[in-house]
């Protein structure tokens, strides 16, 4: 169910009127339903029913502690990328017995800061990055459990920004060498290579690919267990794509249960606890973002309605030409005619464009939109740009709102920067 609907003519968030809510704190900015990422983490946890399993939410869809905390309730472990992350799942009440932390790049201080923690598994994806984490581990008298990332060379068959399981891609090693490399990790002290990984791509909005991925990984972990390595964990990674209401989209989204089918088929008789990284589909369409229209303009051949929102607060149009559904926090009348309008931003950049041709009602300055399917790779890809503070995010839950991130002053901003000495003395050094 849609937890964004009309209520007396307007839009609400849950039983929240957005238009109270946008007078109250000011323009542009998110919101979150608490019960859409509930029942969303719900849902996907109720298809993997029968295997032993943990959902480890990936933040970086959304890092708002409070979503993370309304998560980490309903039990979800949390995948994370970045000593930042870490950081924020355990402050937000994550169980770091339910952490993994991916990622091709880690630091070893990341690597500290993780064993220290005690989390769940270290998703390796280079031989080099083994060596440094057998180090890290060795000094600490630890031994880490470990899960190396294989990439099966699948093609995901979703934007090429974001689909990393192709042999071309950076992510992981390639699966035919998974012998070699977990035959090196037996004889360092320091790692329990007793899981692997795959991840393949996000917005994935066919299945096929998925049981390529999973195949092959049941294949690898065949032969490694022939090989004498005792593989007790699959990380299946996340990437199920969500609808986003795109007239053009042929495909829609597969239902969770599907893919929950899937995973049971390929890997469901291997005996290994399984970990899935969801993070688009819990967060994606639990936020929205409201903005407010600053003017409408008569361009030669278009009408823009430029909005007090920016490609800098959700970059996803611009980057992916990703499309966003875009509608009027004020109900449309049965029948009201509409009128095809780019909706832009106020960024110097052609590609601050939210969407094109859009039939909207006839909007007015001081008029609310609501930007959907923003919960996920929203506020967390958001930039100060051109001078723009980040906006506020705000979480509901039924009539309650809070604001989870208030919004930064332009002044705040600036605290950030210092002169340089030279630079104060009036300018005569
Ligand atoms: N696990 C790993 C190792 C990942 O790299 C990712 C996403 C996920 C899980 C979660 O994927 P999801 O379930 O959210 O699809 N900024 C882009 C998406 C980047 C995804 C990066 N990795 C966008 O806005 O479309």
Same mark, same amino acid.
Do not use: I
């Given at each position: 169910m849609d937890h964004f609907q009309y209520r007396d003519g307007r839009l609400a968030a849950e039983e929240v009127d957005l238009t109270a809510l946008a007078d109250q704190i000011g323009t542009p900015f998110y919101c979150y339903s608490t019960a859409t990422l509930e029942r969303h983490f719900q849902v996907f946890d109720a298809a993997l029913q029968g295997l032993d399993h943990t959902v480890c939410y990936a933040v970086k869809a959304n890092s708002n502690l409070a979503v993370i905390a309304t998560l980490a309730r309903q039990g979800a472990g949390a995948d994370v990328v970045s000593g930042g992350e870490l950081t924020q799942v355990l402050k937000a009440g994550v169980a770091p017995e339910k952490v993994v932390f991916s990622g091709v790049g880690k630091t070893a201080a990341e690597m500290a800061q993780a064993i220290d923690a005690g989390i769940a598994q270290m998703n390796v994806e280079s031989e080099p990055e083994l060596a440094l984490l057998a180090m890290v581990a060795r000094d600490k008298g630890a031994r880490v459990p470990v899960a190396i990332r294989i990439n099966p060379d699948v093609d995901a068959k979703t934007h090429e920004k974001i689909t990393t399981g192709r042999a071309e891609n950076k992510f992981g090693i390639d699966w035919d060498r998974a012998p070699d490399i977990y035959a090196r990790a037996r004889d360092l002290d320091g790692i329990d290579a007793s899981g692997i990984a795959v991840h393949i791509g996000s917005q994935l909005t066919d299945l096929t690919p998925y049981r390529d991925a999973y195949g092959r990984l049941a294949q690898v972990t065949r032969d490694l267990r022939a090989q004498g390595h005792d593989i007790r964990r699959l990380d299946l990674g996340g990437g199920l794509g969500i609808p986003y209401a795109d007239p053009a989209e042929a495909v829609s989204a597969p239902p969770p249960e599907d893919y929950g089918a899937l995973v049971r088929d390929m890997v469901g008789g291997l005996d290994c606890h399984v970990t899935v990284e969801p993070g688009r589909l819990i967060a994606g369409n639990a936020g929205i973002l409201v903005t407010r229209v600053l003017y409408v303009k008569d361009g030669a051949t278009r009408r823009f309605v430029i909005v007090d929102a920016a490609m800098n607060d959700l970059l996803r149009p611009t980057l992916y030409d990703a499309y966003h559904a875009v509608v009027s926090v004020r109900e449309p009348a049965a029948g009201e005619s509409t009128q095809p309008v780019d909706v832009v931003g106020p960024v110097c950049e052609t590609g601050d464009t939210f969407g094109e041709e859009r039939h909207l009602p006839a909007v007015m300055p001081g008029d609310l939109l609501a930007i959907r399917? &923003?919960? &996920?790779y929203g506020a967390v890809m958001a930039s100060t740009y051109n001078g723009r503070p980040l906006v506020p995010e705000v979480l509901v839950s039924g009539g309650r709102h809070a604001v989870v991130r208030r919004r930064v002053e332009a002044e705040e901003m600036m605290g950030f920067d210092a002169m340089a000495p030279w630079l104060t003395d009036g300018g005569a050094g």
């Open positions: 399917s &923003a919960g &996920a």
